[in-house]
């Protein structure tokens, strides 16, 4: 796949050295990539405080509600809403920047096979018009079933996990438009919303769907196991104001 293609961002904290250097180890050869790391941002949850969040016209998504779903009745992380803005500050480089049909992004984490670029170079030439798309994951959590649309593609149920997805060039502006940063929630939950009814009621009346989304089946992504790379998000603080 040509470089002038992708626009590629890996979202990494500046503090985890450790874990750019693994993923710098592993980058297929021919994918130049601009790290969240070298940005400044509050990106990182040991540096958000309400006050900074205020400061940056940054407000929160009262996120808790009763429920038997672990992730929804327990209060936000900061390290969830540090990766939130990360992923929405690449968001906002790649539209204000380049002109590459593509926008991949990747988290740290991210397990690249060695033919990545011509595996991902295949899966784009399947999918062209008539099968058009605006999110494809190459790797993810599936919460539901899907539906096969092509061989090896999926039409998406409620996943999570966004270590390794790809947008087109057209869906940037709507995931723009959302105005995210109003109501931070976890990635893993905007990027669902973003393409089916989100089974949260009050999530789905503030974030309606606007992309067609698609994802490989079998992922050509993987992530680390949390046991070896440890957890930015899972292990930083609960939001309690």
Request: aromatic residues 10%.
């Given at each position: 796949?040509?470089?002038?293609?992708?626009?590629?961002?890996?979202?990494?904290?500046?503090?985890?050295?450790?874990?750019?250097?693994?993923?710098?180890?592993?980058?297929?050869?021919?994918?130049?990539?601009?790290?969240?790391?070298?940005?400044?941002?509050?990106f990182?949850?040991?540096?958000?405080?309400?006050?900074?969040?205020?400061?940056?016209?940054?407000?929160?998504?009262?996120?808790?509600?009763?429920?038997?779903?672990?992730?929804?009745?327990?209060?936000?992380?900061?390290?969830?809403?540090?990766?939130?803005?990360?992923?929405?500050?690449?968001?906002?480089?790649?539209?204000?920047?380049?002109?590459?049909?593509?926008?991949?992004?990747?988290?740290?984490?991210?397990?690249l096979?060695?033919?990545?670029?011509?595996?991902?170079?295949?899966?784009?030439?399947l999918?062209?018009?008539?099968?058009?798309?605006?999110?494809?994951?190459?790797?993810?959590?599936?919460?539901?079933?899907?539906?096969?649309?092509?061989?090896?593609?999926?039409?998406?149920?409620?996943?999570?996990?966004?270590?390794?997805?790809?947008?087109?060039?057209?869906?940037?502006?709507?995931?723009?438009?959302?105005?995210?940063?109003?109501?931070v929630?976890?990635?893993?939950?905007?990027?669902?919303?973003?393409?089916?009814?989100?089974?949260?009621?009050?999530?789905?009346?503030?974030?309606?769907?606007?992309l067609?989304?698609?994802?490989?089946?079998p992922?050509?992504?993987?992530?680390?196991?949390?046991?070896?790379?440890?957890?930015?998000?899972?292990?930083?603080r609960?939001?309690?104001?």
């Open positions: 796949m040509p470089a002038a293609v992708l626009r590629t961002y890996v979202v990494s904290l500046r503090r985890r050295p450790d874990r750019r250097l693994w993923f710098s180890g592993r980058l297929p050869r021919g994918l130049s990539v601009t790290f969240t790391s070298d940005w400044d941002g509050l990182d949850g040991q540096q958000i405080t309400r006050e900074a969040l205020e400061q940056a016209g940054v407000g929160l998504f009262p996120w808790p509600v009763p429920s038997d779903n672990p992730w929804w009745n327990r209060p936000l992380k900061t390290g969830e809403i540090g990766c939130t803005l990360a992923h929405l500050a690449c968001w906002r480089h790649a539209h204000a920047t380049g002109a590459e049909p593509y926008v991949l992004v990747l988290e740290d984490d991210a397990v096979p060695p033919d990545f670029l011509d595996e991902l170079a295949a899966a784009l030439e999918l062209a018009a008539p099968h058009s798309f605006d999110l494809l994951y190459l790797g993810r959590f599936p919460l539901e079933s899907s539906r096969r649309v092509l061989p090896g593609i999926v039409s998406p149920g409620y996943s999570h996990c966004t270590f390794a997805y790809l947008l087109t060039r057209g869906a940037i502006p709507a995931l723009l438009d959302s105005r995210l940063e109003q109501a929630i976890p990635i893993d939950e905007f990027l669902p919303a973003m393409y089916l009814d989100h089974p949260r009621v009050d999530v789905r009346a503030r974030f309606s769907r606007r067609r989304a698609v994802a490989l089946e992922p050509l992504v993987h992530q680390r196991p949390k046991e070896e790379a440890g957890s930015d998000t899972e292990l930083s609960s939001v309690t104001w």
